[in-house]
């Protein structure tokens, strides 16, 4: 019997495939099946180029100048999307701090998307990692271990990190609107851009405004703070703060933080108890978005919110 043939290994795919595929993945993050392993870890350029697009968007701004409405309008849109990634991406989505309807649900996953900030399964299984593995070689996006721009924004730049590990997220899975709207996350975000701009053109001359200027306000300016806001919890709540609770990794109380970002700046505290939904531990820590979470509950939108237990308020290690 003659020695079988060793096997042949796979060349890459070419550089036109590659682009084709690139292209594909903004449409459809889950088209062309998995990263090959042996590239996993190296910056995906086709793929970030919408996010570069983003940031140079901004500089826009000094073209189509500014109004009142454009302004407003960037502020609310700030607002409104980092209430959702907070109170939703983060709260519900990652920690299951309280409960709510299949609807209210899927709306308030649509308006975290429309932050530009991934698919609300990606966003959660990647933060639910994070708790797991702070501050250790496995946290993607660990200052201590990668670097400060590797947290900030180099991760989300990786080929590896770019696919939905579902493996986290088995609760939310059976919601076919949610696998929907990870799977073709750019939806949203087109919608809302092309939202503004067609408004902006539409009601611009009596407000004072115009479909550019909303583009550019509303859209790039106040999509790239938001972005940026929020990587800063992964980057700066982990470097600069400080410390209440003597936690296993790096995570820094910011008062500064937790006003830009509605609360999340109180990163200690969230690390020494992740699952309540008021991250401000004493009363004047300012947690905009657990106030906001409070008045869904009145309403009757959420329930069932986690408290923080008595142990953790009093600074006990133990119940
Ligand atoms: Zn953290
Ligand atoms: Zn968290």
Redesign the pocket.
């Known amino acids: 019997m003659p020695d079988a043939a060793p096997p042949t290994p796979t060349p890459p795919p070419s550089l036109p495939r590659r682009l084709v595929t690139a292209l594909r993945r903004w449409v459809d993050s889950g088209a062309g099946g998995p990263v090959d392993p042996q590239a996993a870890d190296r910056v995906d350029w086709p793929r970030i180029l919408p996010f570069v697009v983003l940031h140079l968007g901004c500089l826009g701004v000094l073209w189509v100048g500014w109004s009142p409405v454009a302004v407003g309008v960037a502020l609310g849109l700030y607002l409104l999307r980092m209430f959702a990634i907070t109170g939703f991406y983060?709260r519900y989505f990652?920690?299951r701090s309280f409960k709510t309807s299949r609807a209210a649900q899927f709306v308030f996953a649509v308006l975290g998307n429309s932050a530009v900030q991934r698919g609300p399964l990606w966003w959660a299984a990647h933060?639910r990692k994070h708790?797991r593995h702070s501050d250790e070689a496995k946290d993607v996006h660990s200052p201590h271990v990668h670097g400060f721009w590797w947290s900030h924004m180099g991760w989300i730049t990786n080929r590896a990190n770019f696919a939905t590990d579902f493996v986290q997220v088995p609760d939310f899975m059976r919601y076919r609107e949610l696998r929907w709207l990870d799977r073709f996350n750019v939806v949203v975000p087109v919608l809302l851009a092309v939202g503004l701009y067609v408004t902006g053109e539409w009601l611009g001359p009596a407000w004072g405004t115009s479909g550019m200027q909303l583009l550019v306000w509303g859209f790039f300016l106040s999509t790239t703070v938001l972005f940026h806001a929020t990587c800063s919890i992964n980057s700066v709540a982990h470097v600069i703060g400080k410390r209440r609770y003597d936690t296993r990794d790096h995570s820094r109380n910011n008062w500064w933080l937790a006003l830009l970002t509605l609360g999340e700046g109180w990163h200690n505290n969230?690390h020494r108890y992740?699952a309540a939904v008021r991250q401000g531990h004493r009363w004047y820590e300012i947690d905009f978005t657990s106030y906001g979470l409070a008045l869904l509950a009145r309403l009757g939108v959420i329930w069932d919110r986690k408290s923080l237990p008595r142990h953790v308020l009093e600074g006990r290690v133990k119940p």
């Open positions: 983060h990652s920690h933060h708790h969230h992740p």
